[in-house]
């Protein structure tokens, strides 16, 4: 509580309410959408932007070739029609190692190498991106988007092998 005393005489003290602050609709809503910009400025990076977490692979192989992630050992991808498949796989730092099997061959293996994104270097206009790309693992691709497998007959199975 504020008291105002009068410097004339005769006159009686005026008691004033406290002063309070109330932000208005308006600048408790310019207040949210500048936390929101800051937020999805200082997240964002030109990898952000340009090219999304996944990475579309096509793997062309024979009619029922089955390709699984050899660390994992999880389906990838299989090939059912127009001997190619067509799957999204996430980018990452490192190389992928996966493996072809199909009835009557010998499993392939062969790596799905990563390589820069080139969308990385807008970041040298906003510096705090290549955190973010770095740390979101955007900053790299995979280097072959089709990837041909070639299959080799098992000499120990007796059935038909159909890799044509």
């Not at 990563?114 to 790299?140: A, C, Q, R």
Request: include cysteine.
């Amino acid at each position: 509580m504020y008291i105002m005393y009068s410097w004339q005489k005769g006159q009686m003290p005026v008691t004033l309410p406290p002063k309070t602050k109330t932000k208005t609709d308006y600048q408790c809503m310019k207040q949210a959408l500048f936390m929101i910009g800051s937020y999805l400025l200082l997240l964002s990076s030109c990898c952000t932007i340009f090219s999304g977490t996944k990475q579309t692979i096509t793997f062309q192989a024979p009619n029922g070739t089955k390709i699984y992630d050899a660390t994992t050992n999880v389906k990838v991808a299989e090939v059912k029609d127009g001997q190619t498949a067509t799957v999204q796989i996430r980018k990452r730092r490192e190389d992928r190692i996966l493996v072809a099997h199909h009835t009557g061959c010998m499993p392939t293996t062969f790596m799905l190498e990563t390589s820069f994104n080139g969308h990385t270097l807008w970041n040298l206009f906003f510096w705090p991106g290549f955190l973010v790309d770095f740390i979101t693992e955007k900053m790299y691709k995979w280097s072959t988007p089709i990837i041909p497998i070639e299959l080799e007959p098992d000499e120990e199975f007796t059935g038909d092998c159909d890799i044509s």
